[in-house]
Protein backbone atom coordinates (compact mmCIF):
# COMPACT_ATOMS: atom_id res chain seq x y z
CA UNK A 1 0.00 0.00 0.00
CA UNK A 2 0.87 3.58 -0.73
CA UNK A 3 2.20 5.16 2.05
CA UNK A 4 0.53 8.85 2.22
CA UNK A 5 1.06 11.51 4.89
CA UNK A 6 -1.79 13.22 6.56
CA UNK A 7 -2.31 16.32 4.29
CA UNK A 8 -0.29 15.06 1.36
CA UNK A 9 -1.41 14.02 -2.03
CA UNK A 10 1.54 11.89 -3.27
CA UNK A 11 1.35 11.51 -7.07
CA UNK A 12 3.19 9.33 -9.20
CA UNK A 13 4.43 10.58 -12.56
CA UNK A 14 6.32 11.06 -15.59
CA UNK A 15 7.22 14.64 -16.59
CA UNK A 16 7.41 13.83 -20.06
CA UNK A 17 4.03 12.39 -20.08
CA UNK A 18 1.55 14.98 -20.84
CA UNK A 19 -1.74 13.78 -19.14
CA UNK A 20 0.62 13.65 -15.91
CA UNK A 21 1.65 17.61 -16.65
CA UNK A 22 -2.28 18.69 -17.08
CA UNK A 23 -2.67 16.39 -13.64
CA UNK A 24 -0.25 18.84 -11.93
CA UNK A 25 -1.17 22.05 -13.49
CA UNK A 26 -4.76 21.58 -12.38
CA UNK A 27 -3.77 20.57 -9.14
CA UNK A 28 -1.47 23.73 -8.26
CA UNK A 29 -4.22 25.60 -9.68
CA UNK A 30 -7.13 23.80 -7.62
CA UNK A 31 -5.00 24.11 -4.31
CA UNK A 32 -3.99 27.95 -5.15
CA UNK A 33 -8.32 28.38 -5.94
CA UNK A 34 -9.37 26.85 -2.48
CA UNK A 35 -6.46 28.47 -0.41
CA UNK A 36 -4.62 25.42 0.37
CA UNK A 37 -1.62 26.03 -0.48
CA UNK A 38 -0.26 25.85 3.02
CA UNK A 39 -2.51 23.09 3.95
CA UNK A 40 -1.75 20.19 1.12
CA UNK A 41 1.65 19.12 0.37
CA UNK A 42 2.32 17.47 -3.28
CA UNK A 43 4.75 14.47 -2.89
CA UNK A 44 6.09 13.52 -6.13
CA UNK A 45 7.71 10.10 -7.26
CA UNK A 46 9.02 8.95 -10.46
CA UNK A 47 6.97 6.51 -13.11
CA UNK A 48 10.13 6.68 -15.57
CA UNK A 49 8.31 5.69 -17.88
CA UNK A 50 11.36 5.38 -20.22
CA UNK A 51 12.87 2.48 -17.96
CA UNK A 52 8.80 0.69 -18.19
CA UNK A 53 8.92 1.01 -21.45
CA UNK A 54 12.38 0.81 -22.40
CA UNK A 55 12.72 3.59 -24.86
CA UNK A 56 13.66 6.87 -24.57
CA UNK A 57 10.99 9.63 -24.55
CA UNK A 58 8.91 9.00 -27.68
CA UNK A 59 8.82 12.42 -29.87
CA UNK A 60 6.04 11.04 -32.58
CA UNK A 61 3.58 10.34 -29.76
CA UNK A 62 3.93 13.15 -27.67
CA UNK A 63 3.72 15.34 -30.96
CA UNK A 64 0.21 13.75 -31.20
CA UNK A 65 -0.58 14.17 -27.26
CA UNK A 66 0.81 17.97 -26.54
CA UNK A 67 -2.24 19.89 -28.44
CA UNK A 68 -4.66 17.68 -27.07
CA UNK A 69 -3.68 17.56 -23.64
CA UNK A 70 -2.39 21.06 -23.94
CA UNK A 71 -5.91 22.17 -24.95
CA UNK A 72 -7.35 20.92 -21.57
CA UNK A 73 -4.78 23.46 -19.50
CA UNK A 74 -4.67 26.61 -22.01
CA UNK A 75 -3.51 28.77 -19.41
CA UNK A 76 -0.18 26.53 -18.93
CA UNK A 77 0.73 27.68 -22.69
CA UNK A 78 1.84 24.94 -23.79
CA UNK A 79 3.42 24.59 -27.81
CA UNK A 80 4.61 22.20 -29.93
CA UNK A 81 8.20 21.47 -29.85
CA UNK A 82 9.95 24.65 -31.34
CA UNK A 83 13.84 23.83 -30.63
CA UNK A 84 15.65 21.66 -33.31
CA UNK A 85 14.76 18.09 -33.30
CA UNK A 86 18.62 17.27 -32.16
CA UNK A 87 17.53 19.38 -28.77
CA UNK A 88 14.56 16.78 -27.65
CA UNK A 89 15.05 15.50 -23.99
CA UNK A 90 15.43 11.87 -24.99
CA UNK A 91 15.64 10.96 -21.35
CA UNK A 92 13.59 12.40 -18.44
CA UNK A 93 15.74 10.46 -15.92
CA UNK A 94 18.02 13.79 -14.82
CA UNK A 95 14.86 16.00 -14.24
CA UNK A 96 13.29 12.96 -11.93
CA UNK A 97 16.19 12.89 -9.68
CA UNK A 98 16.33 16.92 -9.48
CA UNK A 99 12.46 16.58 -8.20
CA UNK A 100 13.34 14.04 -6.09
CA UNK A 101 16.74 15.62 -4.76
CA UNK A 102 14.93 18.70 -3.62
CA UNK A 103 12.77 16.53 -1.55
CA UNK A 104 15.45 17.85 0.93
CA UNK A 105 14.89 21.01 0.83
CA UNK A 106 10.86 20.36 1.52
CA UNK A 107 7.92 19.52 -0.63
CA UNK A 108 7.14 22.80 -1.22
CA UNK A 109 10.70 23.26 -3.45
CA UNK A 110 10.66 19.51 -4.52
CA UNK A 111 6.69 20.69 -6.31
CA UNK A 112 7.87 24.17 -7.80
CA UNK A 113 10.92 22.19 -9.42
CA UNK A 114 8.77 19.71 -11.11
CA UNK A 115 6.12 22.19 -12.36
CA UNK A 116 9.11 24.21 -13.03
CA UNK A 117 10.77 21.51 -15.32
CA UNK A 118 7.23 20.57 -17.07
CA UNK A 119 6.79 24.18 -18.01
CA UNK A 120 10.42 24.57 -19.63
CA UNK A 121 9.48 21.51 -21.44
CA UNK A 122 5.89 22.13 -22.77
CA UNK A 123 5.64 25.75 -22.59
CA UNK A 124 9.28 27.05 -23.66
CA UNK A 125 10.54 23.34 -25.43
CA UNK A 126 13.96 23.67 -23.26
CA UNK A 127 15.91 20.55 -23.31
CA UNK A 128 15.47 19.47 -19.69
CA UNK A 129 17.62 16.38 -20.15
CA UNK A 130 20.47 18.93 -19.38
CA UNK A 131 21.87 19.35 -15.91
CA UNK A 132 22.85 23.21 -16.91
CA UNK A 133 18.92 23.90 -18.04
CA UNK A 134 17.59 22.01 -14.80
CA UNK A 135 19.36 24.14 -12.54
CA UNK A 136 18.69 27.42 -14.63
CA UNK A 137 15.01 26.20 -13.96
CA UNK A 138 15.50 25.78 -9.86
CA UNK A 139 17.22 28.99 -9.81
CA UNK A 140 14.17 30.71 -11.37
CA UNK A 141 12.17 29.49 -8.46
CA UNK A 142 11.70 31.18 -5.62
CA UNK A 143 11.40 28.40 -3.29
CA UNK A 144 14.55 26.07 -4.70
CA UNK A 145 18.08 26.42 -3.33
CA UNK A 146 19.84 26.05 -6.63
CA UNK A 147 23.28 25.60 -4.95
CA UNK A 148 22.02 22.70 -2.54
CA UNK A 149 20.18 21.04 -5.49
CA UNK A 150 23.22 21.28 -7.58
CA UNK A 151 25.55 19.44 -4.69
CA UNK A 152 22.73 16.62 -4.44
CA UNK A 153 22.60 15.68 -7.67
CA UNK A 154 26.42 15.77 -8.06
CA UNK A 155 26.84 13.31 -5.85
CA UNK A 156 23.68 11.28 -6.94
CA UNK A 157 21.96 10.83 -3.39
CA UNK A 158 18.34 11.16 -5.09
CA UNK A 159 19.28 8.42 -7.72
CA UNK A 160 18.07 5.26 -5.09
CA UNK A 161 14.45 7.30 -4.91
CA UNK A 162 14.51 7.23 -8.52
CA UNK A 163 14.93 3.34 -8.80
CA UNK A 164 12.62 2.98 -5.61
CA UNK A 165 9.90 4.88 -7.40
CA UNK A 166 10.61 2.80 -10.40
CA UNK A 167 10.47 -0.93 -8.67
CA UNK A 168 7.07 0.67 -6.61
CA UNK A 169 5.90 1.26 -10.50
CA UNK A 170 6.20 -2.40 -11.88
CA UNK A 171 3.59 -3.49 -8.99
CA UNK A 172 0.00 -3.24 -9.41
CA UNK A 173 -0.20 -0.58 -6.74
CA UNK A 174 0.48 2.00 -9.25
CA UNK A 175 -1.22 1.99 -12.47
CA UNK A 176 0.03 4.57 -14.44
CA UNK A 177 1.06 7.99 -15.31
CA UNK A 178 -0.45 10.16 -13.69
CA UNK A 179 -1.90 8.51 -10.43
CA UNK A 180 -2.92 10.45 -7.14
CA UNK A 181 -2.78 8.74 -3.64
CA UNK A 182 -4.46 10.16 -0.64
CA UNK A 183 -4.19 9.60 3.04
CA UNK A 184 -7.46 8.01 3.17
CA UNK A 185 -6.49 5.16 1.26
CA UNK A 186 -7.92 6.62 -1.72
CA UNK A 187 -6.74 6.89 -5.35
CA UNK A 188 -7.46 8.14 -8.79
CA UNK A 189 -5.42 7.28 -11.80
CA UNK A 190 -5.43 10.06 -14.47
CA UNK A 191 -8.33 12.08 -12.61
CA UNK A 192 -11.21 13.17 -14.52
CA UNK A 193 -10.06 12.30 -17.95
CA UNK A 194 -10.75 9.22 -19.59
CA UNK A 195 -9.22 9.12 -23.63
CA UNK A 196 -8.58 7.06 -26.53
CA UNK A 197 -6.00 6.41 -29.61
CA UNK A 198 -7.77 6.97 -32.61
CA UNK A 199 -5.26 4.79 -34.57
CA UNK A 200 -1.77 3.73 -33.73
CA UNK A 201 0.24 5.72 -31.48
CA UNK A 202 2.98 7.58 -33.34
CA UNK A 203 0.60 7.20 -36.20
CA UNK A 204 -2.80 8.37 -34.95
CA UNK A 205 -3.74 10.77 -32.53
CA UNK A 206 -5.59 10.86 -29.00
CA UNK A 207 -8.98 11.85 -28.28
CA UNK A 208 -10.62 13.04 -24.98
CA UNK A 209 -13.77 11.17 -24.81
CA UNK A 210 -14.77 12.66 -20.71
CA UNK A 211 -12.99 15.62 -19.31
CA UNK A 212 -14.17 16.58 -15.58
CA UNK A 213 -11.48 19.39 -13.94
CA UNK A 214 -13.68 19.65 -10.74
CA UNK A 215 -12.01 16.26 -9.45
CA UNK A 216 -9.13 18.39 -8.35
CA UNK A 217 -11.65 20.19 -5.97
CA UNK A 218 -12.95 16.98 -4.06
CA UNK A 219 -9.31 15.60 -3.97
CA UNK A 220 -7.91 18.27 -2.59
CA UNK A 221 -10.74 18.97 -0.05
CA UNK A 222 -10.44 15.08 1.01
CA UNK A 223 -6.32 15.52 1.64
CA UNK A 224 -7.29 18.96 3.39
CA UNK A 225 -9.25 16.80 6.19
Not at 159 to 175: G, K, L, N, P
Amino acid sequence: MIDVPPCTIVVYSDIGCPWASVAVERLFAARARLDLVDTVGIDHHAFPLELINGRPTPKRILDAEIPVAGALVPDACWQVWQARSSEWPVTMLPALEAVQAAKSQGLAASAALDLGLRRAFYAESRCISLLPVILEVAEASAEVDAGALAEALDDGRARRAVIDDFQRSSTDEVQGSPHLFLADGSDAHNPGVTHHWQGRKGRGFPVVDADDPSVYDDLLRRAAT
